[in-house]
């Protein structure tokens, strides 16, 4: 991926390096100074951070004023415009506990919306050059005080794509290793909550082959600012 970015990159003052979350590439033949960057982004990946070390190294890369943003998606939230909709949301939640055993504390800190993710005032000792004050935490389609339309102009899907896109998930590949002989068949995980969708469907007069989801995903966005003085 790195080595197709820079393939492609024409414009001189993009480059494309390799570091780690608690790096930031601080450790690179051409270091990125202390206290040059405006904004440091990561976008479901936080929760597989060392968040301490994570959070140390954010107070020396970024410039004062600077904001780290950290932003993931969770759970699909099927939409209501959908045939038996309740019925379908109820399959797909249903997967969590398929594969619970399979779960990591990460995958469980990026399903709860990084509610208990560290931040620097609740770490031991505190990275004090952070602003408590103006933090900001964002949420989409968790509730009536949420924003919605996490992932703007998302067109139906069907099930094909559900099945890829939900057998991309860190504890469905853990299910499968420990199940080789399901991967592929009727008896895999995620097969199996696609038949239970297109029988919710079926029943509700879906056209068989012509079933498709429409939904979108819970989010979150927080937003942690260092310090100006």
């Known amino acids: 991926m790195i080595s197709t970015a820079r393939s492609i990159t024409t414009l001189g003052n993009v480059k494309f390096e390799v570091s780690s979350a608690e790096s930031l590439g601080s450790e690179l033949a051409n270091p990125i100074p202390d206290g040059s960057v405006d904004v440091i982004t990561g976008a479901t990946c936080a929760h597989w951070f060392d968040m ?18 950290l932003w993931t998606a ?27 055993d399979y779960m ?11 509610r208990g993710l560290p931040l620097p005032w609740t770490l031991d000792p505190p990275v004090s050059t952070f602003d408590q004050d103006s933090f900001v935490r964002k949420e989409w389609c968790t509730g009536p005080d949420s924003e919605t339309m996490f992932f703007e102009h998302s067109p139906p899907v069907n099930l094909d794509m559900v099945e890829m896109v939900l057998g991309t998930a860190s504890p469905v590949t853990r299910w499968r290793e420990a199940h080789p002989e399901a991967v592929g068949t009727e008896n895999d995980v995620v097969r ?3 038949r239970r969708i ?26 942690v600012r260092k310090r100006s003085d």
Not at 199 to 219: C, N, Y
């Open 74 to 100: 969770a759970s699909v939230r099927v939409d209501p415009s959908m045939p038996a909709h309740e019925a379908v949301q109820e399959v797909i939640d249903d997967l969590d506990n398929l594969v619970e």
């Open 52 to 69: 301490p070390r994570f959070w140390e190294q954010a107070a020396k890369t970024l410039r004062p004023g600077g904001t780290v943003a």
């Open 192 to 194: 199996q909550i696609r």
């Open 104 to 114: 990591l504390p990460g995958n469980l800190m990026g399903r709860d919306l990084y």
């Open 198 to 223: 297109e029988k919710i469907l079926g029943d509700a007069g879906v056209e068989k082959g012509k079933e498709m989801l429409t939904g979108d995903m819970t989010g979150v966005l927080l937003l």
